[in-house]
């Protein structure tokens, strides 16, 4: 008995107080310097046209060198869709639903959650042009992100419709109600422009599955 609690105590021990390794502080590195840059050009789009930003501006507000930047990004576009994959990937932890259809667009209200968020914060308002380049990007990842689930869900499915077409369909719809929410300032919540989404884009993904 005594030697079982002493194993227990060990492996209890080694678990919580282990050392963080080299690669963990440098994982734990590479995602903060991220995180800082995506930061960066958010702020920058707040207060001038995305168009104009250029990467020096963002490394001077995130105090970050170039030769790190470009270790990890081509430019700020593919900065801008770096944070897009993150957010959805942090929203990938939240209870799967039952079905296909309602997998495919579990992303939605967390994503509307986010977004609601975070366009209330105090500071400059983002300008129609730096929006609608945001949401153009955010289109472009959605569509990847959901022909990729789409891959998976219909393997064995003999569907006429090419799902790479589904996938823009679904992401384009997601992006025109999101359009319509913030350009009009519209006063629904995230849970009722989930609604008109789902409204939208839910009898597409029945018919694919339940034909």
Wanted: aromatic share 6%.
């Amino acid at each position: 008995m005594k030697n079982t609690q002493a194993r227990h105590v060990r492996n209890r021990t080694s678990s919580t107080n282990r050392p963080e390794t080299p690669a963990r502080s440098r994982d734990r590195r590479v995602q903060k310097t991220k995180a800082s840059l995506h930061t960066a050009l958010i702020g920058l789009a707040r207060e001038k046209p995305y168009p104009s930003i250029v990467v020096k501006e963002i490394l001077d507000r995130a105090n970050v060198g170039r030769s790190t930047f470009y270790t990890h990004f081509r430019d700020k576009d593919d900065l801008l869709e770096s944070g897009i994959y993150d957010v959805l990937r942090s929203l990938q932890d939240l209870p799967r639903r039952s079905s296909a259809p309602e997998r495919l667009v579990a992303f939605s209200l967390p994503l509307l959650r986010h977004i609601d968020e975070h366009r209330r914060t105090a500071g400059p308002r983002m300008g129609r042009e730096g929006r609608a380049t945001m949401h153009a990007h955010m289109e472009d990842v959605l569509t990847t992100v959901i022909a990729d689930q789409l891959a998976t869900a219909m393997r064995v499915s003999r569907a006429e419709t090419p799902m790479d077409l589904v996938a823009r369909y679904v992401a384009s719809t997601f992006v025109l109600v999101l359009n319509q929410w913030v350009e009009n300032d519209t006063e629904w919540t995230p849970a009722e422009a989930d609604a008109r989404f789902r409204a939208l884009a839910m009898p597409t993904l029945n018919s694919l599955f339940n034909p």
